[in-house]
């Protein structure tokens, strides 16, 4: 549905006049995209990932150099697909990549068409995240982060408390300090 509502659109653009096919710019879309666009798999990354990158721009049995320079991940190529009539390439995405959205650009080996792609990386899969270790609050904790510290004050304040009861029995018995 989706492919056909794009490929009416483009036919009605293109009946019109308005050339609107030929000079607007290319987007990220699905792979078989009628207007040769540059689909990227997947559309949102975590640093370190690998990322796929196809396109029919190309025609078929066509190559094509990639540039994904603006990720950090440089250049790479794209190759002819068996039986899909793709160009299909891939490159990773180096775990320093900070979020946000990046262009990549691909340049047909025959024709030097360019399309381009958004590629967006996140810091996180999708995945829910827990919590993991000690939060230094400065408070400590039972077991703190060392269990001798942890002995010692247990231990005075034990003297204390015994402390504290002798002076407290002395007084009601009327020894005084």
Request: proline share 6%.
């Amino acid at each position: 549905m989706r492919r056909t509502a794009r490929l009416l659109t483009g036919t009605a653009l293109a009946a019109a006049g308005a050339g609107l096919l030929a000079a607007g710019p290319a987007y990220g879309g699905e792979s078989g995209d009628p207007s040769g666009a540059l689909s990227l798999r997947p559309s949102s990354v975590v640093p370190g990932d690998r990322a796929a990158a196809d396109t029919e721009a190309c025609g078929a049995g066509g190559t094509a150099a990639g540039d994904a320079s603006a990720v950090g991940a440089g250049a790479f190529t794209l190759a002819a697909e068996a039986d899909a009539g793709a160009t299909t390439g891939g490159f990773r995405v180096p775990p320093g990549a900070q979020p946000g959205t990046y262009e990549i650009v691909v340049t047909c080996a025959g024709s030097g068409k360019e399309v381009t792609g958004d590629l967006v990386v996140t810091l996180s899969s999708g995945a829910q995240v827990y919590p993991k270790g000690s939060v230094k609050t400065g408070v400590g904790g039972a077991l703190g982060p060392d269990p001798v510290q942890t002995a010692a004050g247990v231990a005075a304040l034990a003297v204390a408390a015994a402390g504290g009861t002798w002076l407290l029995h002395r007084r009601a018995r009327g020894d005084g300090i």
